[in-house]
C-alpha cells in the first residue's frame, strides 16, 4: 500500500495562522465534510482543518486497515500517520499549537499521532474511540505526562468493543499521566449535544 497525494481539506474559522490549528478526523466510512460541520458549533477563534483519511472504504475513508473494529494493523498505521505528519509539518510549524479531534477511527488516528509524539500537540480529544492499543504505538506509563487529552464516551455504545473503551478511559485518566478530562454521556456511538458542549469547554481552555 502506498499514498501518494496530498490530503483534502477542509479550512473554515480563524484565518489567522497563528491562531490554533484545530484538526478534525472523522470517523471510518465518512469523509472530511461531515466532520467539518463540528466547526460551525466550536469556538471561532481557532482555525480548523478537516481532513480526508486516504483510503477507501464503503463509499466513504478510512485512516488505516483494520484487523478488528478499533484494532489497526501496525504497517498500515504506521504508513498513514506519516503521510498525515508531512502534510501537517507543511501547514503548520512546530511553534504553532495543534491539536487533534478525532471521532470513532478518527479517534484512534489522533491517539496515534498523540503517542508517536506527545511534544507536538498542544492537546488530543478522542470522542466515542479508543487508543490504538497494540498497534506499533507507545502506550507506556507517563507517555502523556501534562498533555491535555478529552476523553468522551458513550454508555450505551455498541459500535466500539467496551474492553477497548475501558482500556482507553484508564490509561488516559491513569498511568499516561496525561492531563486527562474522561466523560461519559448516555447514548450511543454518535457525538451528542452533551458531548458537544464538552468539547467547547475544552478547547476554550486550551487557548
Known amino acids: 500500500m502506498s499514498i501518494m497525494e496530498k490530503p483534502t481539506v477542509a479550512w473554515s474559522g480563524a484565518e489567522d495562522s497563528t491562531a490554533p490549528l ?3 478526523l472523522h470517523g471510518r466510512g465518512s469523509n472530511e465534510v461531515e466532520i467539518s460541520s463540528l466547526a460551525a458549533h466550536l469556538p471561532g477563534d481557532f482555525a480548523y482543518a478537516a481532513v480526508r483519511a486516504p483510503l477507501s472504504e464503503g463509499g466513504g475513508f478510512a485512516w488505516f486497515a483494520n484487523r478488528g473494529i478499533g484494532r489497526p494493523v501496525t504497517e498500515s498505521l504506521s504508513l498513514t500517520t506519516s503521510w498525515l505528519r508531512s502534510w501537517l509539518d507543511s501547514v503548520a510549524p512546530s511553534t504553532r499549537r495543534v491539536i487533534l479531534v478525532g ?3 478518527g479517534a484512534a488516528f489522533a ?5 508517536q509524539d ?3 500537540f498542544a492537546g488530543a480529544a478522542i470522542l466515542y474511540g479508543t487508543l490504538p492499543f497494540d498497534a ?3 502506550t507506556t506509563p507517563d507517555r502523556l505526562d501534562g498533555v491535555p487529552v478529552l476523553v468522551i464516551q458513550g454508555n450505551e455504545d455498541s459500535v466500539i468493543p467496551r474492553e477497548l473503551l475501558d482500556r482507553t478511559w484508564d490509561y488516559v485518566s491513569g498511568e499516561s499521566k496525561a492531563d486527562a478530562t474522561a466523560i461519559r454521556h ?3 456511538h454518535a457525538i451528542s449535544r452533551g458531548a458537544l458542549n464538552d468539547l467547547v469547554v475544552w478547547l476554550e481552555g486550551l487557548r
Not at 491517539?111 to 503517542?115: I, V
Open 22 to 24: 484545530v484538526v478534525l
Open 103 to 105: 471521532f470513532s477511527g
Open 111 to 115: 491517539g496515534a499521532l498523540l503517542l
Open 118 to 120: 506527545p511534544t507536538r
Open 136 to 138: 506499533g504505538v507507545p
Open 186 to 188: 448516555a447514548g450511543g
